[in-house]
């Protein structure tokens, strides 16, 4: 009589199947630019209003991010509403209206008014989904 394989190998293999697949079937924005110092001239102190971080969803269908939020450099809730199409971007600024007067021309999505400001000597960056999911990190 030839022994049955041990159902622990498989299902393993199985968890991990649905693991990597759920991994691969999960919309996945990330932070693609981060502006944490603003350009400033001779002003004193630093505009930290005008700091924002872009997303970018590289996936083909859009993305709903209302719920998520940053844990770590600053810390946002994303309202709910603002959903990133496939190939597109959403920024998150530091104050909307600080934004939107440093630049006037831009049509973009855009959302904001976080608590916290990032670091000009670099930190980490953390996006988590509606779920507590990490979405991102980014150090820079």
């Given amino acids: ?30 932070i693609s630019e981060l502006n944490y110092h603003p350009p400033h001239a001779a002003l004193s102190p630093e505009p930290t209003a005008q700091e924002w ?6 996936d083909a269908a859009a993305v709903d991010v209302g719920g998520w939020q940053f844990t770590s450099g600053v810390n946002f809730v994303i309202p709910p509403g603002p959903s990133i199409p496939a190939g597109g971007f959403l920024v998150v600024a530091a104050d909307l209206a600080a934004f939107q007067a440093a630049h006037a021309g831009f049509t973009g999505e855009v959302t904001g008014g976080w608590t916290g400001q990032l670091s000009n000597g670099g930190e980490k960056v953390t996006l988590v989904d509606a779920a507590g999911l990490e979405v991102d990190t980014v150090n820079y």
């Fill in 1 to 30: 009589m030839i022994p049955s394989p041990s159902p622990a190998p498989v299902r393993a293999s199985v968890i991990a199947l649905v693991t990597c697949l759920s991994a691969t079937l999960r919309a996945a924005p990330v």
């Fill in 53 to 58: 971080i872009e997303l970018h969803n590289p």
